[in-house]
């Protein structure tokens, strides 16, 4: 599934949650998407962009942690472990692409607004870095028009700077 990096929401104002709450307090139902309130959409949206980008790094040979839980629904509790894995993962990932702006919450417990664009913002620099790296990622099959590597001269190549992609018989490296 490919996400979307201008759908992450980093821009909440206090004014978003005091128009949340006071739609809560006057028990109005809306489908509006309300920024000020954090629920399983938001959970959703965050988890699937996280998971985006890691099955997306491990698939190039990096080696992270596991994914996120992204099926939320609005009758799921949210774990104290839940959290913490998005945080674990998020740090993983910024091993990989450490060129961010703000730096990751050190946990998602008391959830504010803040936090919430936080780990948003954070996501939305680490598209920005995975765009930049993958523009320079070489295909060398289609890189070097007319010259292929044999598959049994893989081994001879060394090194961890390289990948087997398997049908394309390509080697893929990383700068």
């Known amino acids: 599934m490919g996400i979307n990096k201008f759908d992450l929401i980093f821009d909440r104002r206090q004014a978003d949650v005091d128009h949340a709450l006071r739609l809560k307090y006057e028990s109005v139902y809306t489908d509006e ?11 959703i949206r965050v988890a699937s962009a996280v998971n985006f980008l ?11 942690i596991g ?13 104290a472990g839940d959290n913490a894995k998005l945080i674990a993962l998020l740090r993983d990932i ?5 060129q961010i702006s703000l730096e990751i919450p050190d946990n998602l417990d008391y959830l504010s607004w803040r936090k919430a664009n936080a780990v948003e913002h954070v996501l939305f620099d ?10 320079v990622w070489l295909w060398c099959g289609e890189g070097y028009a007319g010259y292929a590597l044999e598959e049994h001269k893989l081994d001879t190549i060394g090194g961890s700077n390289y990948r087997f992609t398997g ?3 390509s080697v893929r490296f990383f700068y």
């Open 126 to 135: 680490m598209f920005e870095n995975y765009d930049r790296l993958a523009d």
């Open 67 to 79: 994914n996120v839980k992204s099926d939320w629904k609005e009758s799921d509790i949210v774990k």
């Open 54 to 64: 890691s099955d997306t790094l491990r698939n190039n040979g990096y080696q992270l």
């Open 167 to 169: 049908g394309r018989r």
């Open 94 to 98: 910024n091993r990989v692409l450490p």
């Open 33 to 43: 998407n309300l920024r000020g309130a954090y629920n399983s959409s938001d959970r």
